[in-house]
Nanobody, 120 residues
Framework: QVQLVESGGGSVQAGGSLTLSCLAS?????MGWFRQAAGKEREAVAV???????AYADSVKGRFAISMDGPKSTLTLQMNSLQLEDTAMYYC?????????????????WGQGTQVTVSS
């Protein structure tokens, strides 16, 4: 089973940027980033498949960019123009499906998470 390790979280002021990385022990047809804020359910942020097709939640379109380096099995999330509402624990996930959509149940493996905190 693929193992995932996230890095890059931290604290930033509103309007700032952060880059999250996820190192996978093997390749997957698709991978994605999810987040969970305190007291809320886990939600999808962005998903990408090995063909390079990305999909974004409406709340992050135009601000976040997801990319996947196949040979290195590295998933990256570039986050710009961060808002207070982006504060959450961010999780990297891998799916055996090429088109898993934004359904957490379609993702088989999850990382431990990395905290992102945006302050005013």
């Amino acid at each position: 089973q693929v193992q995932l390790v996230e890095s890059g979280g931290g604290s930033v002021q509103a309007g700032g940027s952060l880059t999250l990385s996820c190192l996978a022990s093997g390749a997957s047809p698709s991978m994605g980033w999810f987040r969970q804020a305190a007291g809320k359910e886990r939600e999808a942020v962005a998903v990408i498949n090995k063909r390079g097709n990305p999909a974004y939640a409406d709340s992050v379109k135009g601000r976040f960019a997801i990319s996947m380096d196949g040979p290195k099995s590295t998933l990256t999330l570039q986050m710009n123009s961060l808002q207070l509402e982006d504060t959450a624990m961010y999780y990297c996930a891998a799916s055996r499906l090429l088109w898993p959509a934004f359904q957490p149940a379609n993702f088989d493996t999850w990382g431990q998470g990395t905290q992102v905190t945006v302050s005013s």
